[in-house]
Nanobody, 114 residues
């Protein structure tokens, strides 16, 4: 019922910052719980962070203290502010509803390299 378009990725040096955006598209009938995932080359897609319809946030340990997920209800946009980026953060980042509907977008590429 709802699809998301990810943007904001890019190439940054270790220690740098990026803000990713997840914009809703299509018909929206409810306020969704939204998760950010990432998939590095040769690895499976993994959950990074999430935010519920009530605004509660959660993070995987490897991004705790470095990433912040937030949302703007008026525009149905979810953000992922990433700081202190590491080479291991290099991946394609996706967003999806919770639970994911199986229709993944193109994601946005984050590359952390010197």
């Amino acid at each position: 019922q709802v699809r998301f378009v990810e943007s904001g990725g890019g190439l940054v040096q270790p220690g740098g910052s990026l803000r990713l955006s997840c914009a809703a598209s299509g018909s929206i009938g409810r306020l969704y719980d939204i998760d950010w995932y990432r998939q590095a080359p040769g690895k499976s897609r993994e959950l990074v962070a999430g935010i519920t319809s009530g605004g509660r946030t959660d993070y995987q340990d490897y991004v705790k203290g470095r990433f912040t997920i937030s949302r703007v209800r008026a525009t149905n946009t979810v953000y992922l502010q990433m700081s202190s980026l590491k080479p291991d953060d290099t991946a394609i980042y996706f967003c999806n509803v919770r639970p994911p509907n199986g229709d993944w977008g193109q994601g946005t590429q984050v590359t952390v390299s010197s």
